[in-house]
Protein backbone atom coordinates (compact mmCIF):
# COMPACT_ATOMS: atom_id res chain seq x y z
CA UNK A 1 0.00 0.00 0.00
CA UNK A 2 1.58 3.16 -0.95
CA UNK A 3 -0.14 6.84 -1.72
CA UNK A 4 0.55 10.43 -1.98
CA UNK A 5 1.11 10.70 1.86
CA UNK A 6 4.36 8.83 0.71
CA UNK A 7 5.76 11.72 -0.92
CA UNK A 8 4.77 14.76 1.20
CA UNK A 9 7.33 17.50 2.48
CA UNK A 10 9.85 15.63 0.68
CA UNK A 11 13.43 16.08 1.69
CA UNK A 12 16.41 18.06 -0.21
CA UNK A 13 18.87 15.35 -0.74
CA UNK A 14 22.18 15.95 0.35
CA UNK A 15 25.19 14.08 2.47
CA UNK A 16 25.44 16.27 5.30
CA UNK A 17 25.64 15.18 9.23
CA UNK A 18 29.13 13.88 10.77
CA UNK A 19 30.52 11.28 9.41
CA UNK A 20 31.17 9.63 5.59
CA UNK A 21 29.84 7.10 3.33
CA UNK A 22 31.45 3.74 2.93
CA UNK A 23 30.77 0.55 0.94
CA UNK A 24 29.04 -1.98 2.57
CA UNK A 25 27.97 -5.25 0.95
CA UNK A 26 28.29 -3.72 -1.98
CA UNK A 27 26.37 -0.69 -1.13
CA UNK A 28 27.03 2.73 -0.56
CA UNK A 29 26.14 3.45 2.75
CA UNK A 30 26.52 6.86 5.75
CA UNK A 31 27.94 5.57 8.79
CA UNK A 32 28.19 7.29 11.92
CA UNK A 33 29.73 6.22 15.42
CA UNK A 34 31.89 4.10 16.85
CA UNK A 35 33.82 2.14 14.51
CA UNK A 36 35.05 -0.38 17.30
CA UNK A 37 31.48 -0.95 18.63
CA UNK A 38 30.08 -4.55 18.97
CA UNK A 39 26.33 -3.19 18.47
CA UNK A 40 24.90 -1.91 15.23
CA UNK A 41 22.09 -0.57 14.38
CA UNK A 42 20.71 -0.57 10.68
CA UNK A 43 18.55 2.44 9.28
CA UNK A 44 16.46 1.43 6.48
CA UNK A 45 15.06 4.67 4.43
CA UNK A 46 11.88 5.59 3.07
CA UNK A 47 11.45 5.98 -0.95
CA UNK A 48 13.71 8.92 -0.37
CA UNK A 49 17.04 7.29 0.19
CA UNK A 50 19.41 7.12 2.24
CA UNK A 51 20.75 10.43 1.54
CA UNK A 52 17.99 12.52 3.49
CA UNK A 53 19.35 15.21 5.61
CA UNK A 54 16.71 14.61 8.62
CA UNK A 55 17.64 10.83 8.32
CA UNK A 56 21.19 11.17 8.91
CA UNK A 57 20.73 13.45 11.55
CA UNK A 58 18.66 10.77 13.06
CA UNK A 59 21.53 8.11 12.41
CA UNK A 60 23.88 10.94 14.03
CA UNK A 61 21.56 10.89 17.67
CA UNK A 62 21.16 7.07 17.36
CA UNK A 63 24.92 6.85 16.96
CA UNK A 64 25.67 9.16 19.77
CA UNK A 65 24.54 6.49 22.37
CA UNK A 66 27.51 4.27 21.45
CA UNK A 67 26.50 1.91 18.41
CA UNK A 68 27.88 1.91 15.14
CA UNK A 69 25.19 2.61 12.70
CA UNK A 70 24.93 2.00 9.08
CA UNK A 71 22.23 3.51 6.52
CA UNK A 72 22.87 1.57 2.91
CA UNK A 73 21.54 3.06 -0.21
CA UNK A 74 18.69 0.20 -1.04
CA UNK A 75 17.88 2.26 -4.26
CA UNK A 76 21.39 1.67 -5.78
CA UNK A 77 21.39 5.81 -6.62
CA UNK A 78 18.31 5.74 -7.95
CA UNK A 79 15.56 7.07 -4.91
CA UNK A 80 12.23 8.45 -5.96
CA UNK A 81 11.92 12.01 -7.05
CA UNK A 82 8.89 12.31 -8.49
CA UNK A 83 6.72 15.86 -8.18
CA UNK A 84 4.87 14.92 -4.72
CA UNK A 85 2.34 17.33 -5.88
CA UNK A 86 1.25 14.23 -8.24
CA UNK A 87 2.68 11.59 -7.02
CA UNK A 88 0.58 8.40 -7.75
CA UNK A 89 1.78 7.51 -10.96
CA UNK A 90 5.68 8.53 -10.78
CA UNK A 91 5.26 6.55 -7.17
CA UNK A 92 3.80 3.20 -8.81
CA UNK A 93 6.41 3.26 -11.37
CA UNK A 94 9.30 3.79 -9.32
CA UNK A 95 7.84 1.05 -7.27
CA UNK A 96 7.71 -1.47 -9.47
CA UNK A 97 11.55 -1.26 -9.69
CA UNK A 98 11.98 -0.71 -6.25
CA UNK A 99 9.95 -3.34 -3.99
CA UNK A 100 10.99 -3.61 -0.51
CA UNK A 101 11.03 -7.25 -0.81
CA UNK A 102 13.38 -7.38 -3.32
CA UNK A 103 15.86 -5.29 -0.99
CA UNK A 104 15.92 -8.05 1.84
CA UNK A 105 18.62 -10.02 0.16
CA UNK A 106 21.03 -6.80 0.36
CA UNK A 107 20.05 -6.30 3.60
CA UNK A 108 21.04 -9.48 4.20
CA UNK A 109 24.31 -9.24 2.62
CA UNK A 110 24.93 -6.15 4.82
CA UNK A 111 24.09 -7.48 8.21
CA UNK A 112 26.49 -10.26 7.12
CA UNK A 113 29.29 -8.26 6.84
CA UNK A 114 28.70 -6.27 9.42
CA UNK A 115 29.10 -9.64 11.26
CA UNK A 116 32.56 -10.33 9.61
CA UNK A 117 33.26 -6.88 10.74
CA UNK A 118 32.95 -8.22 14.31
CA UNK A 119 29.54 -6.98 15.54
CA UNK A 120 27.99 -9.21 17.63
CA UNK A 121 24.62 -7.58 18.13
CA UNK A 122 22.48 -5.78 15.27
CA UNK A 123 19.00 -3.54 15.27
CA UNK A 124 16.89 -2.09 12.43
CA UNK A 125 14.79 0.35 12.62
CA UNK A 126 12.40 1.02 9.19
CA UNK A 127 10.66 3.90 7.77
CA UNK A 128 7.63 3.94 5.47
CA UNK A 129 9.12 1.67 2.97
CA UNK A 130 12.35 0.33 4.59
CA UNK A 131 9.99 -0.91 7.77
CA UNK A 132 8.88 -3.42 5.56
CA UNK A 133 12.51 -4.74 4.54
CA UNK A 134 12.71 -4.63 8.87
CA UNK A 135 9.56 -6.65 9.40
CA UNK A 136 11.08 -9.43 7.13
CA UNK A 137 14.19 -9.91 8.81
CA UNK A 138 12.90 -9.79 11.97
CA UNK A 139 10.57 -13.11 10.60
CA UNK A 140 13.57 -14.71 10.27
CA UNK A 141 15.02 -13.08 13.27
CA UNK A 142 18.23 -12.01 10.85
CA UNK A 143 19.04 -8.94 13.34
CA UNK A 144 18.25 -8.95 17.25
CA UNK A 145 15.55 -6.13 17.56
CA UNK A 146 13.48 -4.64 15.20
CA UNK A 147 11.69 -1.22 14.86
CA UNK A 148 9.06 -0.01 12.01
CA UNK A 149 8.25 3.68 12.19
CA UNK A 150 4.74 4.81 10.08
CA UNK A 151 5.26 1.91 8.35
CA UNK A 152 3.80 0.87 4.96
CA UNK A 153 3.13 -2.29 3.03
CA UNK A 154 3.48 -4.29 6.70
CA UNK A 155 0.65 -6.68 6.93
CA UNK A 156 -0.90 -8.15 10.28
CA UNK A 157 0.61 -11.26 9.34
CA UNK A 158 3.62 -9.66 9.32
CA UNK A 159 3.75 -8.62 12.56
CA UNK A 160 2.01 -12.30 13.41
CA UNK A 161 5.40 -13.92 12.29
CA UNK A 162 7.88 -11.55 14.25
CA UNK A 163 10.39 -13.55 15.72
CA UNK A 164 12.20 -10.93 17.84
CA UNK A 165 11.71 -7.68 20.23
CA UNK A 166 9.79 -5.10 18.10
CA UNK A 167 8.84 -1.64 18.24
CA UNK A 168 6.26 0.06 16.14
CA UNK A 169 5.54 3.88 16.31
CA UNK A 170 2.58 4.93 14.24
CA UNK A 171 1.22 8.61 13.44
CA UNK A 172 -2.37 9.41 14.37
CA UNK A 173 -3.21 10.46 10.68
CA UNK A 174 -2.00 7.77 8.67
CA UNK A 175 -3.85 5.82 5.71
CA UNK A 176 -0.82 3.43 5.30
CA UNK A 177 -0.98 2.32 8.84
CA UNK A 178 -3.71 3.88 10.47
CA UNK A 179 -4.28 3.19 14.69
CA UNK A 180 -6.98 1.11 14.15
CA UNK A 181 -4.16 -1.30 12.33
CA UNK A 182 -1.46 -0.15 14.73
CA UNK A 183 -3.69 -1.31 17.29
CA UNK A 184 -4.34 -5.10 15.68
CA UNK A 185 -0.36 -5.23 15.19
CA UNK A 186 0.02 -4.11 18.99
CA UNK A 187 -3.06 -6.96 19.96
CA UNK A 188 -1.22 -9.61 17.64
CA UNK A 189 1.97 -8.90 19.69
CA UNK A 190 0.25 -8.91 22.90
CA UNK A 191 -0.86 -12.46 22.52
CA UNK A 192 2.63 -13.71 21.72
CA UNK A 193 4.08 -12.94 25.45
CA UNK A 194 7.56 -14.51 24.42
CA UNK A 195 8.36 -11.21 22.06
CA UNK A 196 8.94 -7.79 23.59
CA UNK A 197 7.36 -5.38 22.22
CA UNK A 198 6.49 -1.25 22.48
CA UNK A 199 3.92 0.42 20.68
CA UNK A 200 2.96 4.07 20.59
CA UNK A 201 0.56 6.32 18.15
CA UNK A 202 1.86 9.91 18.91
CA UNK A 203 -0.73 12.52 17.94
CA UNK A 204 -1.45 15.29 15.73
CA UNK A 205 1.33 14.40 13.37
CA UNK A 206 1.14 12.54 9.79
CA UNK A 207 2.72 9.85 8.29
CA UNK A 208 6.50 10.11 7.41
CA UNK A 209 6.77 12.57 10.61
CA UNK A 210 10.05 11.21 12.30
CA UNK A 211 11.95 11.62 9.03
CA UNK A 212 10.18 14.04 6.89
CA UNK A 213 8.62 16.23 9.42
CA UNK A 214 7.93 20.12 9.09
CA UNK A 215 10.06 22.30 10.70
CA UNK A 216 7.24 25.10 11.55
CA UNK A 217 4.96 22.47 12.77
CA UNK A 218 5.58 22.83 16.81
CA UNK A 219 3.73 19.78 16.93
CA UNK A 220 5.70 17.32 14.65
CA UNK A 221 8.80 19.24 15.30
CA UNK A 222 7.87 17.89 19.06
CA UNK A 223 6.48 14.71 18.55
CA UNK A 224 9.42 13.61 16.04
CA UNK A 225 12.28 14.47 18.55
CA UNK A 226 10.25 12.37 21.31
CA UNK A 227 9.97 9.42 18.56
CA UNK A 228 13.45 9.58 18.17
CA UNK A 229 14.22 9.54 22.00
CA UNK A 230 11.99 6.41 22.24
CA UNK A 231 13.73 4.98 19.36
CA UNK A 232 16.68 4.98 21.11
CA UNK A 233 15.59 4.37 24.43
CA UNK A 234 13.96 1.39 22.63
CA UNK A 235 17.50 0.21 21.38
CA UNK A 236 19.30 0.62 24.95
CA UNK A 237 16.95 -1.50 26.42
CA UNK A 238 17.02 -4.75 23.79
CA UNK A 239 20.33 -4.31 22.37
CA UNK A 240 22.77 -3.64 25.23
Known amino acids: MSGPECCENPPTLSSGGESGDVQIASLNSYVSGNTDSKIAVVLISDIFGYGAPKLRKLADKVASAGYYVVVPDFFHGDPFNGDP ?32 KGISKIGAA ?7 VVVEL ?20 DIKGVKVPIAILGAEIDRMSPPELVKEFELALEAKPEIDHFVKIYNGVSHG ?3 RWND ?3 IAVKCAKEAHEDLVAWFGKCLV
Not at 88 to 116: C, G, M, R, T
Not at 126 to 132: D, H, I, L, V, Y
Not at 138 to 155: C, D, G, M, R, W
Open 126 to 132: GFCWGAK
Open 138 to 157: AKEAEIQVSALLHPSFVTLD
Open 85 to 116: SNPDSPLKDWLKNHAPVEAVAFAKAVIQALKE
Open 216 to 218: DDE
Open 209 to 211: WTV
